[in-house]
């Protein structure tokens, strides 16, 4: 998302249109590695989070257009939390699935 930090696009595949999940499989070594490439981002966040003296700052984005736009960190935070919250819920319904649980 952050185009001027250039970090690497993480799981897409190769015409970088669809992210690619071909490789999720019950592995632990693939679990793992997934573990500690979240661990990675996670970090990468904290740290680009913490050295924000402004939260009002913009940084540069690819819009997926193949066009950069600019945008507050505020609201990269709020869409990351967005995103997770929107995650969970995806992992809350999984987890319904296999356990029979709901509404706890």
Known sequence: MLAALGAPRLYRSADG???AFDGAVADPAVVAEAWATWRGEVAFAEQFAAAQEDLGATVRF???L????RIS???VLVHVVEEY???MGHA???RER????VGQ
């Open 17 to 19: 249109r669809n992210e």
């Open 62 to 64: 690819d819009n997926g």
């Open 66 to 69: 193949g066009e950069q736009d």
């Open 73 to 75: 960190v505020r609201e």
């Open 85 to 87: 919250a929107r995650h």
């Open 92 to 94: 809350d319904f999984l």
């Open 98 to 101: 296999i356990d029979g649980r």
